[in-house]
């Protein structure tokens, strides 16, 4: 949903939330990012404007949207800019949908992507690695430089594999951005029925969902977007 107005004003939402006390006394208004300050205006009684009238400036309405799309497993993101207009991206996760989808383990867990998103599989060498001293690797690939993501680290599975000899790599392509997953090994190409991850279960950056394998096994659906960001 997008609009054509005058667009969000950052520092009129920082103003309000300093007031508000919803800033951290240790960061600078300038570490925030747009998309976090425009966050701002879904929280509870939050309000630009001076004046409440029948229709608007209670802070009512943003966070109930927001409340009833978490409930779901979604997310709203908001982007704006000055004097061009506004536009909100809502995320809901499919509910028992059918998407292909690549089935691939790393340590004894299993994941799946939507194979969509997958350029191609990657068998690598330790030559083609590039490490930076802050712990960042990424990868050359015929001329290309990608950064790459170990999908065991990043779930902070112990047992994974290391080497990327012994492993394989997935390189994804999201919203004009490229990056490399590394797993264990591959399963295979499989119809799956996409389910919400049970509300009970936090929020986990990465995922969007899970499913029941052929075995009986459940293995959790990767958002390739929240991996990325």
Known sequence: MADNGKGLDREKILAKARKQKL????????EYTD???????????????????????????????V???????????????AGFGTTMTLKIPLTLAII???????????????TGV??????????MMIHEPNGEEFIMIRGEC?????????????????????GMMLIFEVEGKTVCLFVDRLIGKQEIVVKPIPSYIKKV??????????DGSIALILDPVGLIE
């Open 35 to 65: 998309r976090e300050v425009f966050q701002f205006i879904t929280l509870p009684g939050f309000s630009t404007n001076e004046k409440v009238t029948e229709y608007s400036g209670r802070g009512v309405g943003m966070d109930v949207v």
């Open 100 to 114: 292909d989808g690549i089935v691939m383990e790393t340590e004894d867990s299993s994941f799946v992507v939507e």
């Open 118 to 127: 997958i350029k191609e599989f990657v068998s690598v060498r330790e030559n």
């Open 67 to 81: 409340q009833n799309i978490q409930k779901i497993g979604g997310t709203l993101e908001i982007d704006s800019m």
């Open 146 to 166: 990608y950064p790459v993501l170990r999908l065991g680290e990043w779930y902070g599975l112990k047992k994974c594999t290391k080497s990327v000899e012994d």
């Open 23 to 30: 800033l951290d006394d240790d960061k600078a208004d300038s």
């Open 205 to 214: 950056k990465g995922l969007s969902g899970c499913t029941q394998l052929g």
